[in-house]
T-cell receptor
Framework: KAGVTQTPRYLIKTRGQQVTLSCSPISGHRSVSWYQQTPGQGLQFLFEYFSETQRNKGNFPGRFSGRQFSNSRSEMNVSTLELGDSALYLC????????????FGPGTRLTVL | DAKTTQPTSMDCAEGRAANLPCNHSTISGNEYVYWYRQIHSQGPQYIIHGLKNNETNEMASLIITEDRKSSTLILPHATLRDTAVYYCIVRVVGSGTYKYIFGTGTRLKVLA
């Protein structure tokens, strides 16, 4: 069974631009969560989607948004990029909402210049 | 919100047991403790979770103190491939939603 895939793996943007990251969950998984990982703040929860609806949200500004499609694939969007948005963005999938075990993808490394 | 504290780093000899502590003194009665690990350049990997009873699976054992204010992850026979950052996580429930608060993580280095 294929694991969680994230595209692109690496991305370079400049301040003020926007970016869209994609996540394909494990087949059959219906919940997708997003996390931001930085050296200073560690791993921080962004949001969780289940059945195309955002179910949970972390403490991030409205510039961070996401959506989930009917096939459970998810996208995350960051608008008006700031230098501090440079991070590894991780996607995790699970069978159902708030499952005990989440399966993480390899992440997308975003660099904002 | 419950938070966790972990030592920044630990070393362990290959073949010996690695005991990784985690403090979660403000944990609430219905909050679970989870452990994940992250090997360099990979996404985190689930290890184990528990509420108040000790748990064991093929990867590790989780010992939770009776007052639930701390726990210990035990890797019974550490190998070089267990070198990773280990995260102790408390799952917080609030207003009908679930949040995941990651600790700072312990960087475990298994020495040959």
């Amino acid at each position: 069974k294929a694991g969680v895939t994230q595209t692109p793996r690496y991305l370079i943007k400049t301040r003020g631009q926007q970016v869209t990251l994609s996540c394909s969950p494990i087949s059959g998984h219906r919940s997708v969560s997003w996390y931001q990982q930085t050296p200073g703040q560690g791993l921080q929860f962004l949001f969780e989607y289940f059945s195309e609806t955002q179910r949970n949200k972390g403490n991030f500004p409205g510039r961070f948004s996401g959506r989930q499609f009917s096939n459970s694939r998810s996208e995350m969007n960051v608008s008006t990029l700031e230098l501090g948005d440079s991070a590894l963005y991780l996607c995790a999938s699970s069978l159902v909402q708030a499952s005990n075990e989440q399966f993480f993808g390899p992440g997308t490394r975003l660099t904002v210049l | 919100d419950a938070k966790t504290t972990q030592p920044t780093s630990m070393d362990c000899a290959e073949g010996r047991a690695a005991n990784l502590p985690c403090n979660h003194s403000t944990i609430s009665g219905n909050e679970y403790v989870y452990w994940y690990r992250q090997i360099h350049s990979q996404g985190p990997q689930y290890i184990i979770h528990g509420l108040k009873n000790n748990e064991t699976n093929e990867m590790a054992s989780l010992i939770i103190t009776e007052d639930r204010k701390s726990s210990t992850l035990i890797l019974p026979h550490a190998t070089l491939r267990d070198t990773a950052v280990y995260y102790c996580i408390v799952r917080v429930v609030g207003s009908g939603t679930y949040k995941y608060i990651f600790g700072t993580g312990t960087r475990l280095k298994v020495l040959a």
